[in-house]
């Protein structure tokens, strides 16, 4: 893979949602390699921000409190970034449902607070944003490249599509370098533990933990591709520092799909305990599963040097072996 530390040494980077897995992930492989890293997050619940994903780096970098819906601490926070990483938003698509306007006000307008202060203080940074597979809706074929149609079937999604086409229009128009990621299922360490909105294998793992009984619903046939945090986050830094990435949109996964009873399975032969049940279809999740979802990831390992690294069985037991550590900061 190549040499990360000779793109990013001495860069001045910006990470919202900074706090949470996805951000701090990135935050620890760029400090040390020489990057200038400020976190912005609004430590909003029951999202993800946890000081402890960044305690043994704390002291090399800087963590703002602002909300990307905040325009006056936007104007001043992208002034002399080299790169944004744009991760902050509402992160489950149920409660989108329940509240559809929180999850625009987040996942739309905030973006766009940012990169309109981007165009207005510093148009020349690379902007990456973090959307999410289930923009697609309904799959029509597997593996899913990236001219499958966009469907989505939640606010949540709506909103991520809608702040892909902004991100687009702004790259077109006033010519801001973005990069547009549709992402897989995300896992690891470093991920909340409190609630099953982000991070299913997290959350799993949580209860087998506890030897409590894990739900699958329905038969548990259902694929899914899971990407691990460090893959997905060399990915992202990457696709950043490579030019010819700018403007483009990319699915990104592990490229693999998993049953999910496949998954559950695993992770509770790792954990050595926990039970597991099937049950039927609850009826809001009924109405917003897509079916199965495989990435093709071609088109993002032809544009960098990069491939995922982990299977899930070794990103599974990682992300066990890090809890089972630091349990204390997450339960």
Known sequence: MTDLASLVD??????????????????????????????????????????????????????????????????????????????????????????????????????????????KFNPHAVVVFSGSRLQFGRIEYNPVDEKHPLNPRTPYALNKTAAENLYKFYFEMYEIPCVVFRIANPYGPRSQMKHSKYCMINWFLRLAMENKTISIFGDGEQMRDYIYVEDLADALLLAAATPACHGEVFNVGSGTGARFKEMVETLVSIVGQGKVQSVPWPKDYVNVETGDYITNIHKLQDAIDWKPRTDLRSGIQHTFDYYQRHRAHYW
């Not at 990057?35 to 963590?63: H, M, W």
């Not at 996942?107 to 165009?119: F, I, T």
Request: proline share 3%; net charge negative.
């Open 10 to 119: 001495g860069k001045r980077i910006l990470i919202t949602g900074g706090l949470g897995m996805i951000g701090s992930t990135l935050a620890q492989k760029l400090v040390p390699l020489g990057a200038k890293v400020t976190l912005v997050d609004a430590c909003i619940d029951p999202y993800g921000a946890n000081f402890f994903n960044i305690e043994n780096i704390r002291s090399q970098l800087t963590v703002n409190i602002a909300d990307i819906r905040d325009k006056e601490a936007m104007k001043w926070l992208v002034r002399g970034q080299d790169i944004i990483f744009n991760l902050a938003g509402q992160v489950s698509h149920n409660d989108s449902i329940e509240n559809p306007f929180l999850d625009a006000d987040i996942n739309y307008l905030g973006h766009l607070n940012v990169v309109e202060n981007m165009r």
